[in-house]
């Protein structure tokens, strides 16, 4: 198998700088919903792992 | 969800998750502490759970620690380092010790004392989270994004979208001197060009 090992490291930068555009989208989504909205959502995540 | 920044306080109207009623019921032994690290992110919708919350309290005696002691262990809750008083108090001062609902590991209290000065300004510019009529006491949020920016230094990105998360919610309220302040002395002035 040929490991890439440059392209790896790219697409993993990449991939982190996407995330960082989500978690700036998703900050932005609580501030502009009621937390009611955000945290229900956020619950079904944070329970499912402790429940 | 509502931050004034001159009172030090943040009201909140979320519902509460698990892992808020696991802290609140905790919180509500102590007569005076800061939750810090994960947790502050995930109180205010950082898209992540934890298995475990950081908490900071003053150092104490062993009398004191006996009666707190005696408080978590008759309130549901259990060491999962030991059972017996004399050795958590030893190990505290060595390392965390955790507390959880008894019989139930996760999720669970990582209770440390305070012993450096990132720990010790945490402590005394604690903000107060009010929410579903109860309190809880977070760090700042000023430290809270350089401290968890100094943790991400190591390469866990997660830390990096921790104080992502909260720069983002609360930027327009921050207090930037202070915050510049502390990105300078935590030496995390490249891992905060990446979240400006």
């Known amino acids: ?51 | 969800m509502e931050y004034y920044p001159e009172k030090k306080e943040i009201k909140l109207n979320r519902v509460p998750s698990e892992l808020d009623k696991f802290v609140i019921d905790f919180c509500n032994l102590l007569d005076s502490y800061v939750l810090v690290s994960g947790y502050v992110s995930i109180i205010f919708g950082r898209s992540r759970a934890t298995e475990d919350v950081d908490l900071l309290i003053p150092k104490m005696n062993f009398d004191s620690f006996k009666n707190l002691w005696k408080k978590i262990h008759s309130s549901g809750f259990e060491c999962l380092n030991t059972s017996i008083p004399e050795d958590a108090f030893e190990m505290v001062k060595e390392h965390n010790i955790r507390f959880s609902r008894i019989g139930k590991p996760l999720p669970n209290m990582e209770f440390k004392l305070i012993e450096d000065e990132i720990q010790e300004y945490s402590f005394k510019n604690k903000l107060k989270v009010l929410f579903n009529k109860q309190t809880l006491y977070i760090s700042s949020l000023e430290m809270q994004i350089a401290y968890k920016l100094m943790l991400g230094r190591s390469g866990n990105k997660k830390d990096i979208e921790d104080a992502k998360h909260i720069y983002e919610l609360f930027k327009e309220k921050l207090n930037n001197p202070e915050l510049l302040k502390l990105i300078e002395d935590l030496d995390v002035k490249k891992e905060f060009k990446l979240i400006k």
Do not use: C, G, P
Request: net charge positive; charged share 35%; glycine share 0%.
């Open chain 1, 1 to 51: 198998m040929k490991i890439n090992n440059k392209k790896i490291a790219q697409d993993i930068e990449k991939d982190f700088k996407e995330r960082l555009e989500f978690i700036k989208f998703w900050a932005n989504y609580v501030k502009t919903h009621s937390d009611k909205d955000w945290s229900e959502q956020q619950n079904l995540l944070i329970n499912s792992q402790l429940i």
